[in-house]
């Protein structure tokens, strides 16, 4: 898994998400690293909560064998992200709802450093064919169809770091049809993400206006400008590459108006490897 933060190539990252499908992120900040630190409420200039997730992940793995009886293996990645975006009128004083859970998940994209290893250009050529084309592997296994390569983490300022797969197995450093034609964007998968992933009907994230129970703003310092932060979702990531932990707090609170609002609060500690 390869984890994004709130330094320059997180942000980047999350320039290239194609969110024009889904509901716009509100208060969608990653959270900051701190490699040597511990989970903690932030204090006033040294904030490392964020209000949003976003991380790479291993969707498959392909297995070749070209014309010259060579065979390859490739990994093929997802990015993920998860933020929070307003639902009907979002947060508004004295209310604890008015916020939804979107998930993105990209397009596949096939690990760039690995491709480049595929050192006979004929070889190379006929591996990122089979990918375009979604062609049945080794095994027999048939995937989607992949467009876009990609050097795993490598700042996508790097004209290497993303690449298009032409229809006669070339590599083209910026996007050409039927990509967008332009910036680099990274295409939602519509059958993995979700607009909205709560039942809006019956459940919200919790505003940074509901009551203290609900436990909104345990570590983020709650702050009611613009579009608010942290509300009811906040991550928190420590540790070093080999030993990451991300922490996870998510207040979810019963849309029902009626009399006293049921309300779930939950907290999560992960442990994983960042590449």
């Given at each position: ?7 320059a ?27 040597g ?40 990645y ?11 009128v ?7 709802i ?50 876009v ?7 996508p ?38 607009p909205?992933m ?24 709650i ?53």
């Amino acid at each position: 898994m390869r984890l994004f933060h709130n330094d320059a190539i997180g942000l980047a990252y999350i320039a290239l998400l194609d969110l024009s499908t889904l509901p716009a992120p509100t208060s969608a900040l990653l959270p900051t690293l701190d490699s040597g630190g511990v989970f903690e409420p932030d204090v006033v200039g040294s904030e490392k909560t964020g209000t949003s997730l976003l991380f790479a992940r291993h969707a498959w793995t392909d297995e070749f064998q070209t014309t010259a009886s060579n065979t390859y293996r490739v990994d093929v990645y997802r990015m993920q992200g998860y933020y929070m975006a307003r639902e009907g009128v979002g947060p508004q004083p004295g209310s604890a709802i008015g916020l939804n859970f979107v998930r993105y998940v990209s397009e596949p994209i096939v690990d760039g450093s690995q491709v480049a290893k595929i050192s006979d250009p004929t070889d190379q050529t006929e591996v990122l064919v089979l990918l375009l084309n979604g062609a049945a592997d080794l095994f027999g296994d048939v995937h989607q169809p992949i467009q876009v390569v990609w050097k795993v983490g490598q700042d996508p300022a790097l004209a290497d770091t993303l690449r298009q797969i032409r229809s006669d197995g070339s590599l083209s450093d910026t996007p050409v049809a039927p990509r967008p034609v332009g910036a680099w964007q990274l295409i939602p998968d519509p059958s993995l993400s979700a607009p909205g992933m709560l039942s809006y009907r019956y459940h919200s994230i919790a505003t940074n206006f509901a009551p203290g129970v609900m436990g909104v703003g345990r570590f983020g310092i709650i702050d009611n400008t613009g579009q608010g932060f942290p509300h009811g979702f906040e991550v928190q990531l420590i540790g070093p590459a080999a030993a990451r932990q991300i922490l996870l707090h998510l207040s979810v609170v019963s849309t029902n108006n009626h009399g006293r609002q049921a309300f779930h609060d939950l907290q999560v500690i992960g442990d994983t490897r960042d590449l």
